[in-house]
């Protein structure tokens, strides 16, 4: 149906009714109900999970009917039992190596409070973080009073980043050949998503997995079970405030956008200044298009963006190459990641 179809508005039924879909998905995370039917082992009757979980039982089954229709549950109608279906058999089991279950409990803790205060970003020309949690949003990395205060704090946060990454890592990463290079810094890699990712695809490249200290201390809880098999080492740092190692490769997955502009392209400066010469810099980011029409994608991180951060922007391929270059940068390439995946990728080299 035309999106300018004034008969029957069905766009705007999707709009008004989006929001029930995410507040599902996070309630059913929350209620721990895909772990509860992956560990029975068996199709589970409502008035088990019920029992099992101490949720109230009529109110159960009716969500199930609801986790049914959004394709994350299959019913069994005649013998009224509910399973998970292969989709969140994978990616919503917390003991599921691609667990996505963090990235509801971010959207609950941090984005979901922030996009509320939308229109007030826009009235005032500023991020509505503090509003939404009392974070200010020049301090979202602060061990004090940002998002990485307490304990469970940082841990959510950083399984929040390796949920809404682990999904499209490794369609982003081979977007392309990356043979060539034999070190790589991973650079403000959170939970490690991205180096594990890396070391997968090539498992003799030397990775180093490189954050703030507080970040760092929990990279074992994401580590691979064959971990030891790869070459991957981490270096604690603040990548403003002190040295990059040198490497091949610099992979920066979804830092930029987190930081003002000016920080940003001063990050781009100093990363192109440790790279190794001929070596190359890949980024992931959702991109907007260069007339930034679209994709949608791009356009609800621009939403998003306007009401978390400050000074910040989605940019177009266009807006990056332009950053790039002015660092010095040549050979600039764009792959766009089909689908939903929250991004694509930029690649662009160091001359020799
Ligand atoms: C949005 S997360 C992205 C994490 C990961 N690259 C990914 O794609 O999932 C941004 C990361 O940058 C790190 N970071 C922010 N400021 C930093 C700084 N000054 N020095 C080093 N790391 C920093 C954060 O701790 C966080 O892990």
Redesign the pocket.
């Known amino acids: 149906m035309a999106a300018t179809n004034t008969e029957y508005p069905e766009l705007l039924y999707e709009y008004l009714n989006g929001f029930i879909k995410t507040w599902s998905l996070v309630a059913a995370v929350d209620l721990k109900i895909f772990d509860h039917l992956e560990g029975a082992g068996k199709p589970l009757k409502a008035t088990e999970v019920a029992k099992n979980l101490e949720l109230n039982a009529p109110y159960t089954k009716r969500f199930l009917d609801v986790l049914t229709a959004m394709k994350l549950v299959k019913k069994n109608s005649e013998e009224e039992t509910y399973t998970n279906e292969p989709l969140s058999s994978k990616y919503l089991v917390r003991s599921s190596p691609d667990c996505m279950a963090g990235a509801a409990v971010y959207e609950r803790t941090i984005e979901i409070p922030t996009q509320a205060w939308l229109a007030n970003a826009i009235r005032t020309g500023d991020s509505q973080l503090e509003n939404a949690i009392g974070v200010p949003a020049d301090k979202i990395?602060d061990t004090e009073i940002g998002c990485y205060k307490t304990p469970q704090e940082q841990y959510e946060f950083?399984d929040g980043?390796?949920g809404?990454?682990i999904g499209m890592t490794n369609k982003c990463l081979t977007s392309f050949d990356l043979s060539e290079f034999k070190t790589a810094v991973?650079v403000?890699?959170?939970?490690g998503?991205?180096t594990w990712a890396l070391a997968r695809l090539y498992p003799d490249m030397e990775i180093t997995h490189?954050?703030?200290p507080v970040?760092l201390q929990y990279r074992e809880k994401f580590m691979p079970k064959n971990a030891k098999q790869y070459k991957v080492k981490t270096h604690e740092?603040?990548?403003?405030e002190d040295p990059i190692p040198s490497a091949d490769l610099y992979l920066v997955?979804?830092?930029f956008h987190?930081h003002p502009v000016a920080k940003s392209v001063g990050l781009v400066k100093k990363l192109f200044g440790s790279l190794n010469p001929g070596g190359a810099i890949v980024i992931?980011e959702t991109f907007w298009n260069n007339e930034k029409t679209g994709p949608l994608k791009a356009a609800m991180d621009e939403a998003r963006f306007l009401a978390l951060l400050r000074d910040s922007y989605i940019r177009s391929p266009n807006d990056f190459s332009d950053i790039l270059k002015q660092a010095g940068f040549v050979d600039v390439q764009v792959s766009w990641v089909e689908g939903e995946a929250w991004s694509d990728t930029i690649m662009a080299r160091k001359p020799k």
């Open positions: 990395f950083i980043q390796e809404i990454a991973d403000g890699g959170g939970s998503v991205n490189f954050d703030l970040v740092g603040n990548f403003f997955s979804h830092v987190d992931l």
